[in-house]
């Protein structure tokens, strides 16, 4: 049995994010049904498509007929949980809406994923992810070496809103197990962008400078060899980038090196062009120093390492033959997923008996009572708590004195750590040890981020944890898988960008280019979510714990999905190149006289609106030309000297989907955002007043987000400690050993007495 075995689903979404948040749920035995139109779904000839849908059974149904909305209502009344994609206003049309179905079926989970927001002028256009980058500003978040915005090719934020939608759905399973009522869920296209932007903005500091392509950090960045090959260089941690500079023999200028980083971009850019890239790799890996090639996809996904780690599965098609596709990205020891089918087309829906609701539900947050010892660092670990937080599991963010490596004032760490609450702890310690297990003893999730066997030579591997505790589920993140030699090694998200393909798709045939958003680190934080959230949806049925292991190297492929699913005749997949404004004429950013826009055109009339509102004669050819070919060029002349406002105004009357590019600056003021809730204010105790991400979903009866800002290093220590049962004798005792410590109120650790914890 796995996770969500005889939970019962009705997808009736398109694209991308809500048919791959059901495959999530899928893979973990859900029962689930994809309705589809009589023309199907919008992205059926997309690779992807066949991977999106996996262990699917596919239903035609036409909902604009009486015969079928009815039958889609009758499967509806039989379903845990319903999805849906549209955009504002037609599910209301049909009373396939949340309210109206959560009315009639007080079980249910009405989930709705539009592609962009929920209300205002640009959530109803034709979904584009392009126009969806735009709008959230997340085209000028990317690096660039102009002064202009970037269109990211592989649709980041669609994937990050499907790996919300399958945490917030089971979220609500999770709840729902406890209240025995169902609600309604929206997991927004904005909602993704909250998930893969992550950072605050903090409105008493200057924004941070934007970056460049290659990386604007020397010890964080790709370098090009003699060879003409690339790698990247991930010494993101000071005692990385100094085995660097001993490999490369410059140790002693390594001090004044650190303190100047254009000085050592340069040098270092010379040096690395001196050997080919090869020679480089062997000598720094063999110095333990974290750096990987620059690949194709194609390459990282049909090699050996992906092998390895059992992350390439093979099915028959009918009609296309072998077709592979990446296989799940988290393994639950108990309860594992599994691909068990391609899609399938039915004939007729099954008969699915009515669910009812057992009592009157609450208001409690979906997570309300779950309590998490996180000690995960960086991103992909640290968040991965801070969005548990958003769904209502107390968190505490369990630190050394040496403090999470990534811990500091900036936006990053602010934002990848909010709403959680800070425990100072020094496992090293025999009594930190001791005191980290009791606390096991209670606690339902443990998550880390260790390289391999650190857990063992602390104590605290799972199978320590389960003899303590057999309900607890303990997950474990690392970069390469727990198989293969590849294992021990140290990883961090660029090194994954790098080799598995991403930076070569970015760059396409110009130099590779790195991703500003932490690809790689947002996806493991979400599908550590959605993994943890699964284990806790079984622990309800079996009563029992499990581990939960994922990977950096798992997430590459699953951010990736569409793009690696691989069969004879596949058509290709987009390219960028560098400062890349679009993937063809009529699916590109245009600047106009004062600011910059999107524009995205499928069809002949939509290209006929367009030529109209411009007053322009356009080629017959428009739809397939290329993004810098003499089409562009016209329009980019045509629109340079117009309004953005009244352009879009008049395209959209005509019908042609066009929204904002957004800067940073312009995004916090947007009125579609705030009324969309993508945004919110929040104060920082020391830092003063930010702006971030308002949350990852909205739940109708149980809404929650983040309650507490960015705790400070051991800020909640003797707080968390009280709450879980431990005297103030024995805290005043850890205090005095420095087992545990606290929060100067500063940002740095309290000088501890007995005497102080004790008054506490």
């Given amino acids: 049995m796995s996770a969500y075995k005889d939970i019962r689903i009705a997808d009736f979404s398109h694209g991308l994010a809500g048919p791959m948040a059901a495959m999530l749920l899928g893979d973990f035995e859900a029962e689930i049904v994809k309705v589809e139109p009589p023309a199907g779904d919008r992205l059926k000839d997309h690779p992807g498509y066949l991977a999106w849908n996996r262990n699917k059974q596919v239903l035609t149904l036409d909902l604009d007929t009486p015969e079928g909305l009815a039958a889609a209502r009758e499967l509806i009344a039989g379903a845990d949980v319903a999805i849906f994609s549209d955009a504002p206003g037609r599910l209301e049309a049909m009373g396939l809406d949340g309210k109206s179905l959560t009315s009639a079926h007080p079980a249910l989970i009405h989930a709705w994923m539009p592609p962009y927001g929920t209300s205002g002028r640009w959530s109803g256009i034709a979904p584009h992810h392009s126009l969806l980058a735009g709008m959230t500003s997340t085209a000028f978040r990317q690096g660039a070496y102009a002064d202009q915005p970037v ?188 691909i068990r089918a391609l899609p399938t087309p039915v004939a007729a829906p099954p008969v699915w008996e009515s669910r009812s609701a057992l009592r009157e539900g609450g208001s409690a947050p979906p997570l309300a009572g779950v309590r998490v010892l996180n000690l995960g660092t960086v991103i992909a670990g640290a968040y991965a708590g801070t969005l548990l937080a958003d769904f209502g599991a107390d968190v505490a963010k369990v630190e050394p004195r040496e403090a999470d490596p990534f811990r500091s004032d900036g936006p990053g760490f602010i934002g990848y750590n909010r709403g959680v609450r800070g425990l100072g702890l020094d496992l090293k310690q025999p009594a930190g040890r001791e005191l980290f297990l009791e606390l096991a003893r209670t606690a339902d999730v443990v998550i880390d981020n260790y390289r391999l066997g650190v857990r063992q030579r602390l104590g605290i591997d799972y199978a ?99 793009e690696t699913v691989t069969y004879a005749g596949r058509p ?22 004062d600011g910059w826009m999107g524009l ?141 410590f606290t929060s100067d109120g500063r940002g740095g650790i309290a000088a501890q007495s007995p005497q102080r914890a004790s008054s506490a």
Wanted: net charge negative; proline share 6%.
């Fill in 151 to 338: 269109c990211l090719v592989l649709p980041v934020i669609w994937y990050g809103q499907a790996v919300m939608g399958a945490a917030a759905i089971g979220s609500a399973l999770f709840e729902r197990s406890r209240s025995g009522q169902g609600q309604a869920v929206i997991i927004s296209g904005l909602h993704g962008a909250s998930e893969v932007s992550g950072a605050a903005r903090m409105l008493n500091a200057a924004p941070l400078p934007r970056g460049i392509p290659p990386g604007a950090n020397p010890r964080y960045r790709l370098y090009q060899c003699a060879d003409g090959e690339w790698f990247f260089l991930g010494t993101l941690f000071t005692n990385f980038y100094r085995k660097a500079f001993e490999v490369l023999g410059l140790e002693d200028a390594f001090d004044a090196l650190e303190q100047d980083q254009l000085a050592a971009r340069d040098l270092l850019v010379e040096m690395f062009a001196t050997r080919t890239r090869d020679e480089w790799l062997e000598a720094l890996q063999a110095n333990d120093v974290p750096c990987a090639p620059v690949r194709r996809r194609e390459d990282w996904f049909a090699g050996e390492t992906v092998a390895q780690g059992r992350l390439r599965q093979v099915f028959d098609h009918p009609e296309l033959g072998e077709v592979a596709m990446p296989g799940p990205p988290a393994k639950l020891s108990a309860t594992p997923a599994s």
């Fill in 600 to 740: 995205a055109c499928d069809t002949p009339a939509e290209v006929e609106a367009l030529a109209r509102v411009l007053g322009v004669e356009i080629p017959p050819t428009a739809l397939s030309e290329p993004r810098d070919g003499a089409l562009a060029t016209q329009l980019a002349a045509a629109l340079a000297g117009r309004s953005r406002g009244e352009t879009l105004d008049l395209l959209l009357a005509a019908g042609v989907a066009a929204a904002p590019v957004l800067r940073s600056a312009e995004a916090l003021q947007d009125e579609w955002l705030w009324q969309n809730n993508y945004l919110e204010r929040w104060e920082h105790p020391r830092l003063g007043p930010m702006i971030g991400a308002k949350g990852v979903a909205d739940f109708a009866r149980t809404p929650w987000g983040y309650k507490r800002p960015t705790p400070d290093i051991g800020e909640h220590s003797v707080e968390i400690l009280t709450e879980w049962g431990i005297s103030r004798e024995r805290i005043s005792a850890l205090l005095a050993s420095g087992a545990v």
């Fill in 464 to 562: 320590t944890l389960r003899t303590i505790n057999p309900r607890l589920i303990s997950c474990s993140i690392n970069a390469y898988g727990e198989q293969g030699p590849r294992s021990a090694l140290p990883g961090f998200d660029p090194l994954l960008q790098a080799e598995g393909g991403m930076m070569a798709a970015q760059g396409g045939a110009d130099d590779p280019i790195l991703h500003t958003i932490a690809v790689n680190d947002v996806a493991t934080a979400g599908v550590v979510t959605a993994s943890v959230i699964a284990a806790l949806n079984a622990r309800e049925r079996t009563g029992e714990g499990q581990e939960v292991l994922t990977s950096l190297m798992a997430q590459s492929l699953l951010f990736q999905l569409g």
């Fill in 572 to 593: 290709p997949n987009h390219l960028g190149g560098v400062d890349c404004l679009g993937v063809r004429a009529l699916d590109r950013y245009y600047a106009c006289a």
